[in-house]
């Protein structure tokens, strides 16, 4: 599914490093799968489509990733996605969901201002997104003036 959804890439000048065939680590995943803030999506026969990992952090849920395969995209997996994990967030009693993205890729930032989030001024951020940028941008993400942080508020 990573490895597919990210193919996507090739066709956003100069992110074409995201589709280098590289996935999330066993340990990257068992950190969502571990407090049970991580879901996937499968079709009606078992098939694996889409994957959604979250971390509860301070007051927030923050989605480090979601990945819809290709063939699936555009068929409302990742909304449904990004629906449960704010139903669990509810669930827990956080007050918003938060995540980091790329601001111009019509699958991310302007996929999730449909969803109720809003794009984050760089002073608006506090410590904890703002470490996450900061830690972002120090792995070499290209494209940094870019990428965003995004908030849901949920109460």
């Known amino acids: 599914m990573e490895i597919s959804a990210s193919k996507l890439f090739l066709t956003i000048e100069g992110l074409d490093t995201f589709a280098d065939d590289s996935c999330a680590t066993e340990e990257q995943h068992m950190s969502a799968i571990e407090p049970g803030t991580s879901w996937t999506a499968e079709t009606d026969d078992g098939q694996q489509i889409g994957f959604l990992a979250a971390i509860p952090e301070d007051t927030a849920l923050h989605i480090y990733e979601i990945s819809v395969h290709s063939d699936c995209q555009k068929k409302g997996v990742g909304k449904a996605l990004m629906e449960r ?65 995004m908030r849901k508020t949920l109460t």
Request: hydrophobic letters at 40%; charged letters at 25%.
């Open 85 to 149: 994990a704010e139903a669990h967030a509810r669930a827990l009693g956080l007050s918003e969901m938060t995540l980091t993205t790329f601001r111009h890729v019509p699958w991310n930032a302007p996929f999730y201002e449909r969803l109720g989030f809003q794009v984050l001024k760089l002073e608006e951020c506090g410590t904890r997104l703002g470490g996450i940028l900061a830690e972002e941008l120090g792995r070499g993400l290209p494209m940094p003036e870019q990428r965003c942080a």
